[in-house]
């Protein structure tokens, strides 16, 4: 196997599998728009970036996988450790236990025992969703993942190359079409939000990585189902007041940018299922609706296996 093995708990040298990839052509690109949407996030300017070819996963790291890392290295998440995480309230497994709400929104909820093995807290389970992403992992759980199969987040730019499927101006993966509550192209809300999900894409929580058409490049669910960590940290290029004390909180937390929205994302009041848009969160946080996937030096990769 390739270089940089970690070493395991016990000692032992241990390397995870890598999963199914695709080689992304670098070269001169850019990170987001000139047409932003939720100026307040950072989406632009439009900034020129050069990068470097690089490997990215084409799904984000499903359950079996991680439980593959856990079982293999002992690995303790976060939210396992802090002994509660964040959980979308609707998807409570037992609502008994919903009694205090966070990040300022009355539909998230702080549930103890919210962990990867039980995404929805006490009640819920991994069982039926192996293929499912994995969430309820910190960003500093996603690095070790990665770490682990040999790789790394990749960078905002990379994701959005990826997704745009090079230095096209798109605003989704799949071109320029909205998705609406009947054109389904990928995980979101459908119907009012929080209230009513009409399911129409099949699903109220996450969804196979490989559901849904894949872009040309072949990426599955760069948009919607989860929010995916990527390694840079969260800052808004402006010299607004506003964007001032966001940085500095954001420095502050280390926030780390997520991209591409999550199952719960709906255009009337969270459209950030966007190429371009962005989240910001600390690195120690968890949520069930955001998770990761690997990218590759294609330098590292080709040495692999010589
Ligand atoms: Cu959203």
Partial sequence: ????LPVGPAGTISSGARG??????????????????ISADGEGPARKVSLQDFYLETETVTVRRFAEFVEATGHVTE??????SAVFAPLVADPRLAKRSVIETPWWTRIDDATWRQPEGPGSSIDDRLDHPVTQ????????????????L???????????????????????????????????WQGRFPDTNTLQDGYFGTAPV???APNEAGFYNLAGNVWEWTADPFKVRSLSKQ???RNENAKRFSD??????SFLCHKSYCYRYRIAARMGLSPDSASSNTGFRVAYDAMSRDNHGL
């Fill in 243 to 245: 964007a001032k004390v």
């Fill in 256 to 261: 780390k940018v997520l991209k591409g929205g």
């Fill in 137 to 152: 992992i910190s960003w500093n759980d996603a690095v070790a993942f990665a770490q682990w199969v040999g790789g790394r």
């Fill in 210 to 212: 490989r559901s849904f």
């Fill in 79 to 84: 939210s396992e450790r802090f002994g509660s």
């Fill in 1 to 4: 196997m390739g270089q940089g």
């Fill in 154 to 188: 990749p960078t905002e730019a990379e994701w959005e190359h990826a997704a745009r499927g090079g230095n096209r101006r798109r605003r989704y993966p799949w071109g320029e079409d909205e998705p609406t509550d009947d054109a389904i192209f990928c995980n979101i």
């Fill in 20 to 37: 199914e990839m695709v080689a992304v052509k670098g070269g001169e690109t850019f990170v987001g728009t000139d047409d932003p949407v």
